[in-house]
């Protein structure tokens, strides 16, 4: 997540645009956005063997995109990257502009989320294979899990005008950077702790996280399919602009 200047309401309006008039289905209560295994999916429309025809070899690449209440991604962009990754890199940002997620769904209705995955491109055997994980947890990636990460979803009619000021030092600076954090998120999507393990220094955006995360609405994380209580790495951008 990286908005400029921590831009979280015009993102939610954006969101709220994005989910509306979008009509009544059999929907479960609440779901996260999904890669999907359908023909439109991120998966199915990488070109896997072209790639390793280019020469690509064992790489990954951390994604992270809005999901439209259609499924349609939004606002792409890579904050990091193995390195030689770069044939991997471009496929990706091209295919996203095709992609067709599962949207998020909340309380029983299609809506945005902001989705965080990895691709990775490994060689067994000689041959090419492609994963897509909805997590940028290393430690979850390297045992394969069936593992999605918490998302920052749209939840109509939310009041965020209590969302404390951006520090006036960042503002003022025009502060860019990286917080990392360990965000912790119980089963129905409540902030229950943040640490805060790296950030640049002089600007108190740790703090600043601290303080607005909790009032964010996320979707909860699942494993092998169900809502649990998780703790993850979560990785935030500020003053980056978002795009194709």
């Known amino acids: 997540m990286r908005p400029s200047r921590f831009v979280i309401a015009t993102t939610l309006t954006v969101f709220s645009a994005l989910a509306a008039n979008l009509s009544a289905e059999n929907l479960p209560e609440k779901r996260p956005a999904l890669i999907g295994s359908g023909p439109g999916s991120l998966v199915n429309l990488i070109d896997t063997q072209a790639l390793f025809q280019k020469g690509q070899r064992d790489a990954w690449v951390m994604f992270e995109c809005g999901v439209a209440g259609d499924g349609i991604a939004f606002g792409s962009d890579f904050f990091t990257a193995s390195p030689d990754s770069g044939l991997l890199k471009n496929e990706v940002r ?95 999507g409540k902030t229950t702790n943040l640490q805060v393990i790296s950030e640049p220094p002089g600007y108190q955006l740790g703090d600043y996280l601290k303080k607005v995360l909790p009032l964010v609405d996320f979707s909860p994380g699942y494993r092998n399919g169900s809502a649990t209580a998780t703790t993850y790495t979560l990785t935030w951008w500020f003053g980056r602009t978002i795009g194709w």
């Open 94 to 188: 091209r295919r996203l502009r095709q992609t067709r997620f599962i949207p998020a769904v909340y309380n029983h209705k299609r809506t945005s989320a902001w989705f965080a995955g990895t691709v990775v491109f490994v060689l067994a055997n000689g041959q090419p294979h492609l994963r897509v994980y909805a997590n940028q947890d290393l430690d979850e990636i390297k045992r394969g899990t069936d593992f999605v990460a918490p998302q920052w979803i749209y939840v109509p009619n939310r009041n965020i005008t209590d969302f404390p000021k951006y520090p006036s030092v960042a503002r003022h600076d025009e502060a860019a950077g990286v917080v990392k954090l360990r965000h912790s998120v119980d089963a129905n």
